[in-house]
């Protein structure tokens, strides 16, 4: 049964983070809109689509800030607790330092739970709603950049190849497909470019060549061009990178057992989203950990002490999140390592501080 302190101590908890949340999340979209402003104008978006991009903001914000508005909540509350000699008189009274923890980790789990539904199924949403309208509207400029070196396999028996790909003309260049059966070679379609032709549904393939095998001879066919259609789209020669973001948790998996028989370059930058989303609930009873142990202990500085360390600690915990994001982006680090060794590292922290704190 839940006893007067810990129904005190979880409503301080959830009211605080609440508040932090409902106070930096108008800010936001404040700021937001003071720097697109003008272009809103400029590209004379309708207003409907304006008011859901910021409803999708609102959810993206709101996940990226999860961790430190939780952490500076904690922070601020608990040390109110401790300055006004709160926390003195319930260990005074007999109550551990442990079971003091306990209301805490209470909040932590329904907070978790929550995280964990919201992260799954509902911030994937706005996530895609986010993304498709500042690549609409606002960064234009990302969607000319061609991508280079695709090698990707479409189906259990064929592989493409193309050198580079213009996602705005929908067009690749140097393009090769493979057929195999039976681990043989069957045929091999080459052409200088292909392009999707939307009027007419079909790819249309420049300095077309077919190479044929058969047991006995090889057929080789050029022409011109050639309309032809594929089991695959065209924008499959280009995966964007923030798609495993906008799918859900099933359609994430599915998404990723694909991309991983298709050989996408991105996979690693997909695995991290989905590790991510299962450690941003756990983070929550590491981070509730360290700042209930920073706070908790009454300093001469007072809660501005409290804070300033929670800060540095919040901050120094996203920066080594966000180095090893880049480290998986730009090399071979393990997506996993990634994810978890920043939970691990301050769950080792925390175990420290607490101990520090009991005494």
Do not use: C
Not at 175 to 194: D, G, V, Y
Not at 272 to 280: D, E, F, G, I, T
Not at 336 to 348: E, H, K, N, T
């Amino acid at each position: 049964m839940l006893k007067i302190l810990d129904t005190y101590i979880i409503k301080n908890y959830l009211i605080t983070f609440l508040v932090a949340l409902f106070l930096f999340i108008p800010i936001g979209i404040m700021v937001d809109v003071a720097e697109r402003i003008d272009k809103f104008k400029e590209n004379e978006i309708p207003f409907n689509e304006i008011i859901d991009y910021y409803f999708d903001f609102m959810w993206y914000f709101g996940n990226l800030l999860f961790p430190i508005l939780l952490f500076l909540s904690i922070i601020w509350f608990t040390s109110k607790l401790a300055n006004n000699t709160e926390i003195i008189s319930i260990l005074s009274s007999g109550v551990s330092f442990s079971r003091f923890l306990r209301p805490y980790f209470i909040s932590a789990s329904l907070l978790a739970i929550i995280s964990f539904f919201i992260g799954m199924f509902v911030v994937p949403k706005a996530s895609k709603g986010f993304n498709e309208f500042n690549y609409k509207y606002l960064n234009k400029k990302f969607q000319i950049r061609n991508t280079s070196r695709v090698f990707k396999q479409i189906s259990k028996n064929e592989f493409v190849y193309v050198s580079s790909y213009n996602p705005t003309r929908e067009r690749a260049m140097d393009f090769t497909l493979e057929h195999f059966e039976n681990e043989k070679l069957k045929f091999k379609i080459m052409a200088q470019s292909i392009r999707w032709i939307k009027s007419d549904s079909v790819f249309r393939l420049l300095n077309f060549r077919k190479r044929s095998i058969y047991e006995d001879e090889e057929v080789l066919i050029k022409k011109k061009s050639v309309d032809t259609i594929f089991n695959f789209n065209i924008q499959d020669l280009s995966p964007l990178n923030y798609k495993a973001e906008t799918l859900t948790l099933f359609d994430l998996n599915k998404f990723i057992n694909s991309e991983i028989k298709s050989g996408s370059k991105l996979i690693n930058q997909h695995l991290l989203v989905r590790h991510k989303r299962y450690s941003l609930p756990l983070s929550v009873f590491v981070l509730t950990l360290i700042s209930v142990s920073v706070s908790s202990v009454r300093r001469r500085g007072g809660m501005g002490m409290n804070l300033a360390m929670g800060i540095l600690m919040g901050f120094l915990f996203i920066f080594i999140d966000k180095v090893l994001v880049v480290l998986v982006n730009k090399s071979n680090l393990s997506a996993a390592v990634a994810a978890w060794s920043p939970i691990l590292f301050f769950a080792g922290a925390g175990f420290l501080l607490m101990r520090y704190a009991k005494r």
